[in-house]
């Protein structure tokens, strides 16, 4: 791995750790402050850490002067899939008897390693570092 690599992977991670506070916050508040279901909570929260991830990523990690809702678009793509196969998965093990903080665990870890995987060989590919 080249340096630039190493800082990128670095910075994907710090602000994924900053949306994951926020998707565990927001889960937290939903499922028990409000009472919600796991899969009403996971979704929304989601939501909020994707807006989130996808704003600091796009500008600060990947550096990337893509068109913005094209590069959206292939993200909503990549949680098109990830997003009902989690949630349909979570709820399964949720009902299973798996505590809903391990589920969210596992799925947010998951998420981590593929959005980048994602972001960096489809979304931004040959476009990094054009800002």
Known sequence: MKKNEIIQFIKFTLFSISAGVIQVASF???NELFG????????VSL???IVWNFTFNRR?????????PVAMLKLIGFYAVFTP???YLGHL???AGVNDYIVLAVTMILNFVLEFL???LVVYKNKENTL
């Open 36 to 43: 919600w279901q796991y899969w009403p909570s996971y979704l």
């Open 28 to 30: 937290a508040l939903f």
């Open 60 to 68: 600060f990690t990947f550096k990337a002067a893509v068109n913005v």
């Open 85 to 87: 196969v989690s949630t």
């Open 118 to 120: 994602f972001s960096k």
């Open 93 to 95: 093990a949720e009902k």
């Open 47 to 49: 939501l909020l850490s």
